[in-house]
């Protein structure tokens, strides 16, 4: 049972536009979701995170927006450029629980592919 | 430079042969996780490690061991591999636990593993 998915195996957008990645989630008590990018070859990296006391999180291009009424995440990607084409990586995790071990729940990944 | 590393990056070996995949961080991380990633069910943790000597089972444990001997490695163990082992495998490790953990996980470039 998938508690982080990512519905969209793939997104392509033209360079300089707004790239939305979307993740819904299922667990009511996940308190804390962050954005991984992954490049081939490569682990993947942090790139923001948001956690639930909020609904926005914003790192330069990177804007992260959390809705927690209907279970959804969302990065935005303002201007998308050709080095943002990458696996990105939705995951969530309960960090305030007793006993909380770090542990992420990673949802399958999106491939962006930014057009020059 | 703070990194996570792996060895091998690749491997391919044959269905019983044990193998150990190692893992180690120079960061004095306490957290040291391990990943599995394959196509359709994202990144799912194998083990976790929450300090030296104190290791638990994550969601797929079943086929693998690991120990935690020392604060910067974290071997990943197969004592008798089978194909449905093959996959890409991720070491990720972070600064600690807990509410106020700081929970962005950095990880390793990956082994790929297969067993014939």
């Known amino acids: 049972d998938q508690q982080v998915k990512q519905n969209s195996p793939s997104l392509s957008v033209q360079e300089g536009r707004i790239s939305i990645l979307n993740c819904d989630y299922t667990?009511?008590?996940?308190?804390?979701f962050l954005w991984y990018k992954k490049y081939p070859a490569e682990g993947p990296t942090f790139l923001i995170s948001?956690?639930?006391?909020?609904d926005k999180n914003e790192d330069g291009r990177f804007t992260v927006f959390l809705n927690k009424s209907a279970k959804h995440l969302s990065l935005h990607i303002v201007p998308s450029q050709p080095g943002d084409s990458a696996v990105y990586f939705c995951?969530?995790?309960?960090?305030?629980?007793?006993?909380?071990?770090?542990?992420?729940?990673f949802g399958t990944g999106t491939l962006l592919a930014v057009q020059p | 430079e703070a990194q996570v590393t792996q060895n091998p990056r690749y491997l391919i070996t044959v269905t019983g042969k044990k193998l150990t995949v190692t893992c180690s961080q120079n960061?004095?991380?306490?957290?040291m996780s391990w990943y599995r990633q394959d196509p359709g069910l994202g990144l799912r943790q194998i083990y976790y490690?929450?300090?030296?000597?104190?290791?638990d089972k994550g969601d797929v444990p079943e086929g693998y061991k690991v120990s935690r001997k020392e604060k910067r490695n974290f071997p990943l163990i197969l004592e008798s591999p089978s194909p449905n082992q093959t996959s890409l495998y991720f070491c990720?490790?972070?600064?600690?636990?807990?509410?106020?953990?700081?929970?962005?996980?950095?990880f390793g470039p990956g082994t790929r593993l297969t067993v014939l």
């Open positions: 667990n009511s008590m996940f308190d804390y």
């Open positions: 490690s929450m300090n030296v000597e104190v290791t």
């Open positions: 960061m004095n991380h306490e957290y």
């Open positions: 995951a969530a995790s309960e960090i305030r629980r007793r006993g909380a071990t770090n542990k992420l729940i």
């Open positions: 990720a490790s972070s600064l600690s636990v807990g509410p106020r953990s700081y929970n962005e996980q950095f």
């Open positions: 948001i956690s639930s006391i909020k």
